[in-house]
């Protein structure tokens, strides 16, 4: 009777050993699935953060890249567009030199109302002239013309007598680069320490600036400007 309670015992033991084992088996079991489930979690929702992340900085690079393409579109535009308008104005310089040369009336009569125009400009007793160098006899000749033209002006305008002396300079001459290649006057008073530029190529300027905007409608209409097409 004490053997088959023992060996009863035993059984009972062991099976409770076994339910134990399998229990802890079990818990065991779910503890990894819990822990791997948690590890897979963890890992999907860092990748998604480095793909996120990596995605707004391709879409920021992409931006950039966009617009500095527009930029340099907008530039190419621009840059060509003046390019067009300086082609324009040079080609209106060349037209104006060949056209207007020395010994043309037009240009003489031009040259006349330029001196004037500067005189009125200065409001000087006495004014230096600096001419082409070829063009020194030809300007001495109108003088007393330009002179005597100023006072009509200035009495017409102001209702009193002004007088004006002009000399040409026979020491220094109109450079290229101040405006003699296309011809016109430069006006020096006061021990030349005032001096007014009035050459052919500075009103032809000046014309150029205060038309620049019909003259860029009419190169580049804005149905062109917002197609695009140049």
């Not at 009495?155 to 009193?160: D, Q, S």
Request: proline share 1%.
């Amino acid at each position: 009777m004490l053997d088959s309670d023992a060996f009863q015992l035993k059984r009972m033991m062991r099976q409770d050993a076994h339910e134990k084992a399998f229990e802890m088996q079990v818990l065991g079991q779910r503890a990894y699935e819990e822990q791997r489930d948690k590890t897979i979690a963890e890992g999907e929702r860092k990748l998604k953060r480095e793909f996120e992340s990596k995605l707004d900085d391709q879409r920021i690079k992409q931006k950039i890249e966009v617009s500095q393409l527009t930029n340099q579109t907008r530039l190419d535009k621009m840059k060509h567009r003046n390019e067009c308008m300086e082609n324009l104005r040079s080609s209106a310089m060349e037209r104006l030199c060949n056209d207007y040369g020395a010994g043309n009336p037009q240009y003489l009569e031009t040259l006349k109302n330029l001196i004037v125009q500067g005189m009125i400009k200065l409001l000087e007793e006495e004014v230096e002239l600096k001419v082409r160098e070829d063009e020194v006899d030809v300007v001495k000749g109108m003088l007393e013309e330009c002179e005597a033209k100023y006072a009509e002006i200035m009495l017409e305008e102001t209702k009193r007598e002004y007088s004006c002396k002009l000399t040409v300079m026979e020491d220094l001459f109109l450079r290229d680069d101040e405006g003699g290649k296309s011809g016109g006057i430069l006006l020096y008073a006061h021990n030349r320490r005032i001096v007014v530029s009035n050459t052919l190529e500075d009103r032809l300027n000046l014309v150029f600036e205060g038309e620049l905007p019909q003259l860029r409608a009419g190169l580049f209409p804005k149905n062109a400007r917002e197609s695009g097409v140049q």
